[in-house]
């Protein structure tokens, strides 16, 4: 064997050590350890977003195709991490880093994460996982148990059960929702007679034996781009995700979701799957989904509710009926590492029949043998790492109780937002916070009065120049890195569907005070009122109007 | 807001404080944090491979689908995961657990992975990543480099360019290897006159258009069950998974290979991909790469290769000719968490083109947004974390001659190991090492002898215990927990083809020493011997054979 073997500057012996378990606290790795500990916990502590150096100065740090011919001390590559790499991260745990779905993480599963790689669990079967196998499944049923309320003995039987599955743990709301579609179009193109099921003969064999011309997926304007990707994938097409008009409240309408069943069918195209969103990705709005249900129940659709985002909503006693009729669902899409805390990497699909994913279902000889518990025969991904006991950590270190406080005073904060911005004679609530994710921008006084008053044309005019000081600010504020909201493009009612780019905010860090609030704001108005060009237009065009 | 508010015996004030970086190395987190790192790292130390208890036993510890009501204090809880989790997990570091392509880590990775967790950075856009961004485009120029030998210009063009990619990173083979059809299956099907391409009109009308009655993936008979997956999800259907025939070192056949493709047009079914297995996840044999790439070329065909285990090898200057004719392949699957040594959730698939990825772009308003540089833009996950960072640490601190030197020792020690079961006189060598997997059998040397002379019925019936008795010692070796190899069925040309089950051994681990290797068969020859009742009836069987 090449045990006495040297390549280059590097022997064997040494790289042996580095599989060496380091021993006591005086270890050099022991002591590496510490220090990044410290330096991560100091870049934790600030409280800015991030530090202002354009990207194609932070790519020249990262230029280089070759992999290193040279070793480096993992000291000193520690250091030259922490010097390219920490220090230009995005700090999405600071309290005014309000503009997307990633937050603040509890302090604890920073240690209980190491369990995660130190074990380094595949979860795709028993064999490389044991406990941590019945532990995802647990953690499944929880999640199910979260939204169909099934009795105990329901999840007695089912839950540890080799033939079934009450969902799948993946890496994240984008593959749940592939995974729920995917069980949903071959439910819908199953065996029948000679026809094997479309998982075997495929999905022209299946339109063929179906006599349907096309396939469609159902869901609201505001729906995830993500399902354009599902329908690409499924072969599906993305024309085939038919959008369904919203109402003001960008919630989808029930009498045009009829309307589409209709005019669907009589083209030939069988609709087989709809989709109600549970928080909208822009404007965090709610789909009434008992409504949506008895429509599926009426036209024998699955129904799916994609909750990546706003299903966490169901631990807060006071709020989960905002989801009413979630537990109608045929499945649901929810990320534990957006309103549950948890790192990235952590989606989740619960079926309400756990026979559902046996339209999935695949085995192989070496692993996923018939009548094994391998969770790989029903999940889309192969290999997995044992993320679940983040999730099974936190659910009983924070408890249901301690997830509604969350969510409640996310909500409750995200209404203050929304009542604080609206007290201002400068800005404009775009979209109200139904969660806590809300939509805004700046419109200076004169403009506001402007707009009531304006021709088409003229209001058209304004729009724009509101459109483009809405991406400078945005921008600006980004640069400047004391604080970051998102920003997105809607066509409110109020303003006849006209193309607005407003600001986006979502508030789940709980420590994101009504401070940091306020200076959000303060510093927005500043900006704006900075950028000179764009506000003497508005004004000039703001006075001709009221002349 | 909430902040006086209490629910049960939660109150804000305490939540709070479990989202606040913990000061000074006397905290309740950072004394827990240690006793944690302690009990791993005594658990890593230890070189059994699993505590035997029955999983039904397991079980009854995750047995509950209700969402705990009382929060647990981080200490009690930690000890419970580590009583009831850890205890039970599998060693997958041991230098004895040599059944999966899982191994030990380097433990510097346990730190660094700090990084990864605390910064909880979200590669889908720039937003939620900066640094990360570049980082992980370095690292898929590396992989790409590694593979396909560009130049420096050619990095230098692609490598940072917002509108292509030369890759995707993904959690894992399964989904590389989807990306990889996806992407080849949307070329073949592209827009063309009317048709706007299969992502916009789906699979029936792409079909239609081109006039094809079927579509089809070649891939010798030994690929990974995951491509069946990914055959039904992008609506191929399984059946449209052909294999080809493989000859005795379980390589797919070139001349069965061209036959397949003239079948397939015959019945105007079009083959739009070929895989070649660079590495097959049951005996570790790689494709005639070059062979295949040929009639590719000629039947313009995409060509992918599944390296998601031995892509690795390619660090190797010494055995990287076994992979030749890989640099022609329009895609290829490299898994980091296999032969790379990164913990689980990382692998990655290369496209040769960087504009190939285009014909799955896809982008929204709020993010993704056309001209950005956002990595969403070309993968099938969306949220995803900042995993590239440890394989770009790992290629910086080990640095390729390290990985040289750990592919170099796999592969000799499964040579060695091949010559030292061919040394027993009552063990088989099954398939021999092309990488560092291998596999045999326990055959008691009067049974082989009587499988020489035996006819062809004794010869099955033979075969049949000779089955039950590597079931029965595979399974007990596992379950006494010293060491683990895993299990396979084969059809060994050698036994014209007869279901033949096996030990399957990887040898990636470089602290598996010849001893353990010893062991391992020592301890499969006392079980077998223990088998009292299957010995017997193969020693009769046999005795009366060479009567």
């Keep these: 064997m090449v045990s006495e073997q040297k390549i280059a500057d590097v022997s064997f012996e040494s790289l042996l050590r580095i599989f060496t378990i380091p021993e006591g606290p005086d270890s050099t ?19 800015i977003v991030a530090e202002e150096k354009p990207l194609h100065e932070i790519e020249k740090d990262f230029s280089s195709a070759a992999i290193p011919e040279q070793p480096e001390f993992v000291s000193a590559h520690t250091e030259h991490l922490l010097d390219t790499l920490v220090s230009h991260s995005v700090h999405t745990s600071s309290p005014s880093f309000i503009g997307h779905m990633t937050s603040a993480l509890p302090y604890f599963l920073m240690p209980l994460s190491k369990i995660m790689i130190a074990l380094n669990q595949n979860l795709v079967k028993i064999e490389t996982s044991k406990a941590f196998t019945p532990l995802e499944r647990q953690v499944l049923g929880m999640l199910h148990k979260l939204i169909y309320s099934e009795s105990e003995p329901f999840y007695n039987k089912w839950m540890h059960s080799s033939e079934h599955s009450l969902g799948a743990f993946c890496s994240g709301g984008t593959i749940a929702n592939i995974t729920a579609l995917w069980v949903a ?30 396939l469609a997926i159902l869901v609201s304007e505001r729906g995830h781009y993500s399902l354009k990707k599902a329908a690409d994938l499924l072969g599906i097409g993305q024309q085939g995700l038919v959008a369904v008009k919203t109402d003001e409240y960008n ?69 989960r009926t905002i989801l009413d009729g979630i537990e109608l669902a045929d ?27 046996k339209s999935i279902q695949h085995h192989a000889q070496y692993i996923l043998r018939k009548g094994s518990k391998d969770l790989g025969r029903h999940t889309l ?51 109200k916070p139904e969660l806590c994710l ?72 709980p420590l994101t005070s ?14 704006a009122q900075s950028a000179t060009a764009l506000t003497s237009a508005l004004n000039a065009l703001a006075n001709k109007i009221c002349d």
């Design 331 to 357: 499945s649901v899409t929810i990320d534990a590492h957006k309103q549950l805390y948890i790192p990235m990497g952590a989606g989740m699909v619960l079926f309400k029949d756990p026979q559902a994913m």
């Design 514 to 527: 009504t401070e940091v609030l306020s200076n959000v704001l303060d510093e927005q108005r500043e900006i």
């Design 185 to 214: 179009r071959n439910r819908a193109l199953k065996a029948d007679g000679d026809f094997q099921g479309v998982e075997k003969q495929g999905l022209f064999k299946a339109m063929k034996h179906y006599g349907y011309e096309g």
């Design 251 to 319: 919630r989808i309408c029930p009498e045009d979701l009829k309307h589409k069943f209709a005019e669907l069918k009589q083209q030939s195209i069988h609709p087989f799957a709809v989709i109600g969103v549970a928080g909208t990705t822009e404007t965090g709005n709610v789909d009434p989904l008992r409504e949506i249900a008895a429509i599926c129940a009426e036209e024998s659709c699955h129904f799916h509710v994609d909750a990546a985002w706003g299903g966490a909503t169901l631990m807060s006693d006071r709020y």
């Design 29 to 47: 790795l022991t002591q590496i350890e510490e220090s990044l500990s410290k330096n991560l916990n100091q870049f934790l502590r600030e409280h």
């Design 438 to 509: 809300l939509t805004y921008r700046y419109v200076p006084e004169n403009v506001k009065l402007a707009l009531e008053m304006a021709s088409e044309r003229d209001r058209d005019e304004l729009h724009d120049l509101l459109n483009q000081l809405t991406k400078f600010v945005q921008k600006k504020q980004r640069e400047t890195g004391l604080s970051f909201v998102s920003r997105t493009q809607l066509n409110p009612i109020r303003w006849s569907g006209r193309d607005t780019i407003v600001f986006r905010v979502v508030l789940a860090n």
């Design 381 to 431: 991904e192969g290999s997995r790492s044992g993320m679940a006991m983040l999730v099974y950590a936190a659910m009983h270190i924070i408890s249901r109780p301690g997830y509604e406080l969350l969510i409640n005073q996310s909500i409750e904060k995200a209404r203050y937002f929304a009542e604080l911005i609206d007290k201002q004679s400068d800005f404009e609530l775009v979209s």
